[in-house]
DNA sequence: GATTTATGCGTGAACGGTAACGCATTAAGG
DNA sequence: CCTTAATGCGTTACCGTTCACGCATAAATC
């Protein structure tokens, strides 16, 4: 492996130079430039990271804005776990993570979590701006790079965008509903949550597409009621033994799995999203068939990776990620 | 970040000493150990591993012995692009890969290509034992820790097996074709090579423990014929339109979809493992139904990732990892 | 008591790259 | 022609660890 000296050497200049050189400071004649970059070229010369990131002590302080990991039934504990473990994979490195947390259905928490990261001293940046409103002052006026993990916002400049293709998922849920409910008669019942959102709208259409039969729409998710008896007592009219399946487009298909449980409903198909623990149960215990994931750990994993890549190795356009629908089923649980 | 320094400053001695003390090497007083020793522990001191690496400038080559690439379908590119993803990730820290490639149906082959890494001067190995006679005077010569791919043996001093749970795929195929079979009167085809494997004989086993109604076992791959006329010809007389599926136990579903699709069969459920080119294609054209996959891809990664922390930085005791099945379809087919 | 051997420890030069600093040389200005 | 500024480049001191070398001091030997 060709070192700074060797360039130097060979271009006749002293390593100095090359280092300016080669990083566009300081003062060099055109035609040195020219000699160092040829020399550069001949020996095939990659500075050498280990002694570069030692010489500027450099640390790569990102900043992680997600909200509460407990939210949506601890749906963001996932992605947040995925962040950790590449944390400790790079933390040798110099990397650390910074987390600001907030209540995503609390607009001053939102707030109050944004003026935080925006005081913080960062190098770069993870985000789920799952509110554009509250958000969008944040990536105008925060002069870092950062990545938009889960949610996307097209018309930002965002380095890259890590998450899930959410309708593909809702054709995905089709099929398999179609497979389950082979035999039964009625409907599918899908069940969303009244608050307007990208990801549940496209799993919506993307399911639609795929049935083989008629699909209903009830949007109240458990969120709306004060106790689970309420909303147990706003299933009762629509669930019943000969349903065709159910389609819960968020994580909180385990309240659903209560339900049948407890009314003996079992045989009904139910397929949820995201593997949070509750889900989890569900599925061990077979009220709940499938769950779709759009392996949140692994965007929160490569979204590090990502950001680590350019702030650290200078890649500069590493293009977005979509990460693919996986099944999960009883059979194939991870542990 | 506590230094080396500021420990021999508390300590009262010199970094030299530090240095020694935590090495184990040379001559050092026990009083003074025991000094340094409490400093690290009360700075909380870590090693700097960018300054250690510079250092020494280790280097740490890895030797992989696979089957070539193509075998089984391609099959075994599949953890060779893990590997070289990993590898990517950590070139800059100093990994090397060298591949020792083998023809795993030859034992000349087998036992050329152990020959060769035997000779081969490397800090640690990744290899898949897929014949434990002509592989096991390797991993008793060779004094490097390795780690097994794919294929297990326990009573080696192997460091960490990656690999598969593969009775559990079985019994995921079979969920998913009871449910692709629903409505279908027949029985099912068990479609597999006549070489004895231990996945392949769980991945059986699994299937058999998890179907609603008999299956057929067929043990001839496509191997044993001269030409697939031949091997269509084999299939005549098994595949029908009545049948309740076929599951294809190795990566070779493809010679199957496209016997099928000849044929005009294409009702015929049909479940087959390992997402290579030819299944992909297979599955897209809606031939194959569902691919199973053990993720060798993420094994190959885990694989030298696994080696490397091992090795650079010292874990010890890293634990096996068994990833889990993945079940791949039409709509959640990756790019 | 002088000489040898053993023991504990400090020193300093790497590893490869970075970046502040300052010395020559040349060009511009009076 | 002298001063001043601008330009190009070399020097040097790091970053945190490793490790060979060698100097003290103490212990063992005669």
Known sequence: MATIKDVAKLAGVSTGTVDRILH?????????????????????YEPNLLARNLS????????VLIPYPEQDSSYWALPKAGMDEALAALSPYGVSLEYFHFDRYDRASCREAVKRALEFECDGMIMSPLRNEDFSCLFREKQVP???IDTDIRDSDRIAYVGQDSRSGGVLAAKLMNLL??????????LAPETENYHLTERIAGFRSGVDREAVLLTTGIEAFHDRGEFYASLDGVIHEGLGGIYVVDASAHYVADYLTEKDLLSVPLIGFDLVDENRKGVLSGAIDFILTQQPREQGFQAVRLLYRCLMLGENNPGDLILASQIITKENLPD
Do not use: N
């Open 24 to 44: 566009k400071r300081g003062r060099f004649s055109a035609d040195t430039a020219e000699r160092v970059y040829a020399a550069v070229k001949e020996l095939g």
């Open 181 to 190: 409910a082979a035999g039964r008669e009625d409907h599918f019942l899908i």
């Open 146 to 148: 950062f990545i938009f």
């Open 56 to 63: 500027i002590s450099q640390t790569c302080r990102l900043a």
